[in-house]
Structure formats: C-alpha cells, structure tokens
C-alpha cells in the first residue's frame, strides 16, 4: 500500500525559510492529490494552513504557502518565527473516496 | 463563524462500541462533506473516513468493517460509531468539514477541539 511521506523532523533559524515536504512511497504527488497543511501545537486541535495545493485559509500570513515541487507536494514558511515551531501534517486525496494522512514534521526554530 | 464540537464518553470497556457526535453550530450540515479524524497519543493523524450531508460514506480501509458514520440534519449534527474497540483505538477524535467548492474538496477547514476516548475495563 502506498503511504505518504513526510520528514520526521526538521529545523530553521529565526528569521529563515524552510520547506516541509509531502510525497508517497510509491509515485509522485500532483495537484490531482489536493495537498494540504495543517499546523499542530502540543494539546490542540490542528489549525489549517493550506488546500487545494496552495490556497492558503483565512487569516494564515502569507510567510505560508504551498506548491508542487519536484514529485513532493511542498509547504514552504518564511520569515520563520518562534511559535511557528509546531508539528506540521499534509493529508492527500488517494483516489476512491479515501484520504490518508502523512505522518507530521517536527518544525524547530532554533 | 462555524464551530465543530465533538461530545460522547471519554471511557470505553474494549470489544464495545465507541459513539460520538459532533454538534455543528454557526452554519448549516447541509451542503457540506464531514470527517472524523484520530490521534493516538503521541502519535500523527488518522483519517477515519467522511460522510456526506447526503450521499455515500467512504471510510478508512483499515477501520472499514468497525466504522459507520452518519448524518442528523434536524439536530444539525453527525456522529461516528467504532464497534469492536481495542485498546489500540485509544486516541483524541476529531470531527472537521472539508473544504468543497466547484464538487471537489481539497482539505479541511474546520475542525473540533478534539475528544480523548480512552479504551480500559
């Protein structure tokens, strides 16, 4: 079965920029797939960032956005902050009606 | 501005039925795709399956025979039912709306404050 991929971990200096991918273990995702991101902090619900690839949801700045690079769906911050250091999940649409989640990236902003 | 609450026991005996419902408020459950979604503690998120306000329900093929998930217009609310519960179904459950427009749904845009249900005698 083909599952969906994410760094387990990852970093960025204050002020950096980092990019969070998303992929499968078998294939490469498109807009066909509808990424999209959601952030996470200990204790609360996931927040959404993203869907539909790149449309970012209200009121999140636009230091987020969303792409396709390569085979990997992408989710690129900017100007990274201190609480941006949270877990950070995509989910794809699989085909059939079914939807499956990656397993998360841990964002440090170090 | 929409809000998703989920509500049901926090307790279930292993090999009974695990029921939530989630209360829609602020909008209406019709016109719009609904999902539940669990988190095992210290772990990543599962997508359970979705209903539609009308329509077919699709589901987890991993949870498929122990899910049914349906939909009370009048009451503005929709609920999950897990049947068969183990211990491994220890998790916060999550209730959310997918986000649709032109038929086709691209992510979620709400969610609910999540409910730990814990699997124990």
């Known amino acids: 079965q083909t599952v969906v991929t994410q760094e387990p971990s990852s970093s960025v200096s204050p002020g950096g920029t980092v990019t969070l991918t998303c992929g499968l273990s078998?294939?490469?995702?498109?807009?066909?797939?509808?990424p999209s991101w959601y952030q996470q902090t200990p204790g609360q619900a996931p927040r959404t960032l993203i869907y539909?690839?790149?449309t970012r949801s209200s009121g999140v700045p636009d230091r987020f956005s969303g792409s396709i690079l390569g085979n990997k769906a992408a989710l690129t911050i900017t100007g990274a902050q201190a609480d941006d250091e949270s877990d950070y999940y995509c989910?794809?649409?699989?085909?059939?009606?079914?939807?499956?989640f990656g397993g998360g990236t841990k964002l440090t902003v170090l | 501005q929409v809000q998703l609450q989920e509500s049901g026991p926090g307790l279930v005996k292993p090999s009974e039925t695990l029921s939530l419902t989630c209360t829609v408020s602020?909008?209406?459950?019709?016109?719009?795709?609904w999902s539940w979604v669990r988190q095992p503690p210290g772990k990543g998120l599962e997508w359970i399956g979705y209903v539609p306000y009308s329509g077919r329900t699709n589901y987890n093929p991993s949870l498929k025979s122990r899910v049914t998930m349906s939909v009370d217009t009048s009451k503005n609310q929709f609920s999950l039912k897990l049947s068969s519960v183990t211990a491994a179904d220890t998790a916060v459950y999550y209730c959310?709306?997918?986000?649709?427009?032109?038929?086709?749904?691209?992510?979620?845009?709400?969610w609910g404050q999540g409910t730990l249900v814990t699997v124990s005698s």
């Open positions: 539909f690839t790149n």
């Open positions: 078998s294939g490469s995702v498109s807009t066909t797939y509808y």
């Open positions: 602020g909008g209406s459950i019709s016109g719009h795709y």
């Open positions: 959310a709306r997918y986000y649709c427009t032109d038929g086709l749904c691209g992510g979620f845009d709400y």
């Open positions: 989910v794809l649409y699989m085909g059939s009606g079914s939807w499956m």
